[in-house]
């Protein structure tokens, strides 16, 4: 069993869909837990690409490739993960704020966040403060996620803050904000709980806020 594993995390590593896919089917046919596939297997070798990147040895096409083979392995966990009934750690809203359409690192994000148990709700591009709110307020979110990429859309994440601030929701979700222009001094500006220079180490830091 702990070979089927192993194949699962360097099919993921290698960015092996079909490799994952097949393996995955195989170890829960084998009847491997979906939990035990998902922690082990899964989320394992996320959090191992995420480390290679950080090292430098590991680039965002490698990034891409592993995320888009993790995500082949999930979708055939899902059903049983609910069957099952094994909750995400938690749920995120991700966007790009208001006015800016770059979406390259705010997707890398998803894969990782995804990749590391969270449920993700993907709001786009171009995403207004209270789309952000009603996040939060009607669809159970408890970690934002925004990027910019401009220095010009960069105030709308203050927008967004004071938005959750004057809905009174502010206090029950945590704030992330990345992207290139951003930094750790404009995250404690605008009173967001952390700023994470890549998307591994957003998946990281997301997953310390909620402990």
Excluded at 53 to 67: D, H, N, R, S, T
Excluded at 148 to 161: E, F, R, S
């Amino acid at each position: 069993m702990e070979n089927k594993l192993e194949i699962i995390r360097e099919g993921i590593m290698d960015g092996d869909m079909h490799l994952v896919q097949t393996n995955v089917q195989e170890a829960l046919d084998e009847g491997v837990s979906a939990s035990e596939i998902l922690n082990e297997g899964l989320i394992k070798a996320m959090g191992e690409v995420g480390r290679l990147f950080e090292e430098g040895e590991y680039f965002v096409p490698e990034m891409l490739i592993a995320a888009r083979a993790m995500k082949a392995g999930l979708a055939i966990l899902k059903p049983k993960l609910v069957d099952a009934d094994i909750k995400p750690i938690g749920k995120v809203a991700a966007g790009t704020v208001k006015g800016d359409l770059h979406d390259i690192g705010k997707n890398l994000v998803c894969m990782m966040l995804e990749g590391a148990g969270f449920e993700i709700l993907d709001l786009g591009t171009d995403v207004s403060p209270d789309q952000f709110v009603d996040s939060v307020k009607n669809q159970g979110v408890g970690v934002i996620c925004m990027s910019a990429l401009l220095t010009t859309t960069m105030p709308n994440m203050k927008n967004t803050v004071d938005a959750l601030q004057e809905a009174g929701v502010r206090d029950s979700v945590k704030v992330l904000i990345g992207g290139a222009p951003v930094t750790q001094a404009y995250a404690d500006e605008i009173g967001a709980d952390g700023y994470a220079p890549d998307a591994s180490r957003a998946a990281t830091l997301a997953k310390q806020l909620l402990v």
